[in-house]
């Protein structure tokens, strides 16, 4: 998304996305590879995550970016695509099989002025988060997508130009989504693997394309509101009294002006390890 998009009703739209219940049921393990993976209960059908992403080649020395979590042995096998996902009637919106974890996610990105010092931070202390990158915004910065996949964090997909997808055709938010897929595969060397519906409006059609292009459906527990810019505090405040194990939040890397976003993050980030949670991102086998 290349400037800040709030098409009337966003307040209500989120409010409809936090409203949808419970969350879509899998069997989610954290990403450190020592963690044992822990159950909840069970609403529909279990998607096994795995403990570590697939790994690209470093493209830089090794002490430049965070070492990806696995081992050699595992970038030299042959890389797998996880199963179809059946079609779900609401996105997953916390993470409860993390264990004492939560998930930092990163919507609209890359941008070339945000997303750099985003990285840095959460590089500076070893912490993995998903990033939804929007299909623009990746083609116009392919250095970055690559930079957030050597970095070992997950790619999602935010679709091309960040419309409200309830209001398109099925033609128009199929093209939406797969023509962001694809950049990103051509980019990152992987399709992504989890899908975002801008403003959180999803719909019939959403789920089943996403599906249809193996995604699960992703939203979130916390919401910064990082892009009302609430000031750096109020983004901090709402990070730190939303957390809980499981909890998924929501800031943004692009489509304004993030310079609060980035002030919080170093700010909470250690804040949150000293509470021993561990900052994680669920994978899929």
């Known amino acids: ?18 409203g949808l219940g ?17 159950t909840g209960p069970q609403a529909g059908p279990r998607t096994p995550v795995a403990a570590g992403p697939p790994a690209a ?15 050699q042995a595992a970038e030299a096998a042959p890389r797998r695509r996880p199963a179809r996902p059946p079609v779900r009637t609401r996105p997953f919106e916390e993470l409860p099989d993390l264990g004492h974890a939560m998930v930092l996610t990163f919507d609209d990105g890359p941008d070339p ?8 931070t959460l590089r500076r202390h070893q912490v993995h988060a998903m990033f939804f990158l929007c299909g623009e915004m990746a083609n116009d910065n ?8 050597e970095d070992g964090h997950v790619i999602g997909n ?32 992987d399709a992504p693997l989890w899908f975002r519906a801008p403003y959180g409006a ?9 599906a249809e292009l193996n995604m699960e459906p992703m939203a979130w527990t916390v919401d910064t509101l990082d892009w009302e810019t609430p000031g750096t505090d109020s983004i901090i405040t709402r990070v730190l ?32 390890i000293d509470q021993g949670y561990r900052l994680t991102v669920p994978y899929r086998t």
Do not use: C
């Open 241 to 272: 009294d939303g957390a809980a194990p499981g909890v998924v939040v929501l800031s943004h890397d692009a489509g304004g002006n993030r310079s609060q976003t980035v002030e919080a993050l170093p700010q909470y980030l250690p804040r949150l």
């Open 202 to 210: 999803w719909n019939r059609n959403v789920f089943e394309i996403g």
């Open 113 to 120: 002025v945000y997303t750099p010092q985003i990285l840095a």
């Open 142 to 149: 392919q250095d970055l997508v690559r930079a957030i996949a």
């Open 22 to 38: 419970a969350v879509a049921a899998a069997h989610l393990i954290a990403a450190e590879p020592a963690a044992a993976p822990t």
């Open 158 to 189: 935010h679709t091309w130009t960040h419309p409200l997808m309830t209001g398109l055709t099925r033609a128009e938010a199929r093209d939406e989504i797969e023509r962001t897929s694809e950049v990103i595969r051509r980019t990152a060397g």
């Open 57 to 71: 080649a470093p493209r830089r020395p090794a002490g430049y970016r965070l070492q990806p979590m696995v081992g």
């Open 1 to 18: 998304m290349k400037y800040e998009k709030k098409p009337p009703g966003r307040r209500a739209l989120l409010k409809i996305a936090a």
